[in-house]
DNA sequence: TAAGTTAGTCCAATATCTGGACTGAGTCGA
DNA sequence: TCGACTCAGTCCAGATATTGGACTAACTTA
């Protein structure tokens, strides 16, 4: 299966998969929610090449993640925006950039640290059950298919674990 | 710039990014949270090429990620499971599923519902801030870096807003 | 004994990504 | 008015990654 066919699986990962799953998108969005908005400045920022900087951007725009907006009139110029759909990334960022953290970082600590104005403190994400309202633990959560579909075969597996 | 030398940048998506930043290995890390387990289960569900699919695997493996384990004595079969660095990824994941639920479902609603067995609603997560416990919103996020690094050059920008 | 299961590897064709040069419209300073 | 600079790309040929399909290898099951 081709990479292109895979929105056409009955699977929410296969369709995002599309959009973000990339070397760069992920790198580029992140960048996006610091502030950054111009060509050059992602270009110089990440080192990736303008050709496949150039691809990204437009598919971001074509998924309705990122718009353009002018922002000077001579020259004409314009800077990339979150959409508000893109805005809608923002959870899955924080939980990539909160697990890199974790991961990787060197011993004086992650490299950008990002604070919630609202209580002024230093934080991570936690994710939370939008109906109980506590924090969900991976073993408290039970996937079902909304309904049989034969495009999405079945297989053997038993309940959640992991290897200790 | 290379992929491969993504890492060193003073960046945590961009260290991130080199485990997970392909087409693939998004989609087979949500079927690793749905308890699937094997390579040829993996192949059947997904259509990857049986290459790409060994290739990433390892990586994931190399990565932590995922360890295998012995489910079989004769002949030897081995199985993917989740390390507990693997398993921190659910924020993650959880929050890449939702918005594809959100932005690509077609009339019937999500393929794949998710019951949180606590409460036993069916949910979607909701990214709180680990210090305050309130839903964290992108407005609220200010973000800076732990000291000035050359590698790393400031551009200009703004605070963070987004395209109405 | 033949067919099936499982987890891969190997291959050549195709698709994508790379850095670097280049374009083009306009600005800025002297 | 000239020359250097800014910015947002495009174009190219070489390098790298992904593809589907055939194949291997060890063992089980009918």
Redesign the interface.
Known sequence: ?R?E???EQ????????VV????????IL?DV??????FD?FQ?????SRTTLANRLRLLEEH?VL?Q?QYEDRPPRFEY?????????????????????????DE????????????G????????????G?????R????????P?DR??E?????????S
Chains 1, 2 share one sequence.
Not at 33 to 38: A, E, P, T
Not at 134 to 138: F, L
Request: aromatic fraction near 8%; glycine fraction near 10%.
């Open positions: 299966m990479w066919d895979l929105p009955q699977c929410s990962m296969a369709r995002t998969s973000l799953g990339d070397r760069w998108t992920l790198v992140s929610f610091l502030g950054v908005r111009r400045d110089k920022r990440l080192g990736i309705g718009t907006r925006r979150l959409t508000e759909k893109g805005l809608g990334l923002y959870p899955a960022i924080i939980a990539l950039l909160d697990w890199g953290d974790e991961h990787y970082s004086a600590g992650p490299p950008i640290l990002r604070r919630h104005k609202t209580c403190h230093d934080f991570h994400g936690v994710m939370h059950c939008s109906e109980c506590e924090a969900v633990n991976p408290d959560v039970e996937a079902r298919k909304r309904e579909d999405f075969p297989v053997k597996r038993g309940p959640l674990t992991y290897a």
